[in-house]
């Protein structure tokens, strides 16, 4: 049974720019989870995606966009990068919401994305 | 305006006696609730959850309390071990689903040899 796991593990972006992060969710996982972490902060929820369709959103504005492809692994995008972007992006993924598990979320290490 | 804290930015423990990290909550319409334990360079790792019929479940050396008309929860990790020294950090959901967990800011717990 593979992990969670994200790429790149860290990148460096100028501001304005545009950056794409990858993340494979865990075997058997059809949901998934992408959440911000500001350093010192816990972890903020940006969207879900089940199925292949955004599932949930919080409050992040529309530069923000994902996408989850047939296998389940899944894209975060974000355009027109600000300073305030520099954070750690964490993916989850989890079981079906129907099943019994949907609560237990699998994490992957992060991606670093530092915006100068 | 948060509406998960956690109000005890770090905590320090002997080894063997119980730790108790604690979680307030803004929100009565969360119902579902989680902690997760993270050490550095790695994701954050559930640890156990307790939904808003209950008011106390246990896992092992892990029980945590809800008190809901406080608004309140507790995590108390009873005997404490070194390896339990990580970052807690408590979460809450409205919904079912896990479409938007809240998660509170964490608490680094060290546990001294």
């Known amino acids: 049974e593979t992990g969670v796991t994200q790429s790149p593990t860290h990148l460096i972006k100028t501001r304005g720019q545009q950056v794409t992060l990858r993340c494979s969710s865990q075997?058997?996982?059809?949901?998934v989870s992408w959440y911000q972490q500001a350093l010192g902060q816990g972890p903020q929820f940006i969207f879900q995606?089940?199925?292949?369709?955004?599932?949930g959103r919080g409050n992040f504005p529309p530069r923000f966009s994902g996408l989850q492809f047939p296998n389940y692994s899944s894209e975060l995008n974000v355009n027109a990068l600000e300073l305030d972007d520099s954070a750690l992006y964490l993916c989850?993924?989890?079981?079906?919401?129907?099943?019994?598990?949907?609560?237990?979320?699998?994490f992957g290490p992060g991606t670093r994305l530092t915006v100068t | 305006d948060q509406q998960v804290k956690q109000n005890s930015p770090s905590l320090s423990v002997q080894e063997g006696r119980i730790s108790i990290l604690n979680c307030d909550y803004t929100n009565s319409m969360f119902d579902y609730f989680l902690w997760y334990k993270k050490y550095p360079a790695e994701g954050p790792t559930f640890l156990i959850s307790i939904s808003s019929i209950k008011d106390k479940n246990e896992d092992g050396r892990f029980t945590v309390f809800l008190n809901k008309s406080a608004k309140h929860l507790s995590l108390h990790i009873v005997p404490s071990q070194p390896g339990d020294s990580a970052v807690y950090f408590c979460?809450?959901?409205?919904?079912?689903?896990?479409?938007?967990?809240?998660f509170g800011p964490g608490t680094r717990l060290s546990v001294l040899p």
């Open positions: 989850a993924s989890s079981l079906d919401p129907s099943s019994g598990g949907w609560y237990e979320q699998y």
């Open positions: 979460a809450a959901s409205e919904d079912n689903y896990g479409q938007n967990f809240v």
């Open positions: 075997s058997g996982h059809n949901t």
């Open positions: 995606y089940y199925r292949e369709e955004e599932n």
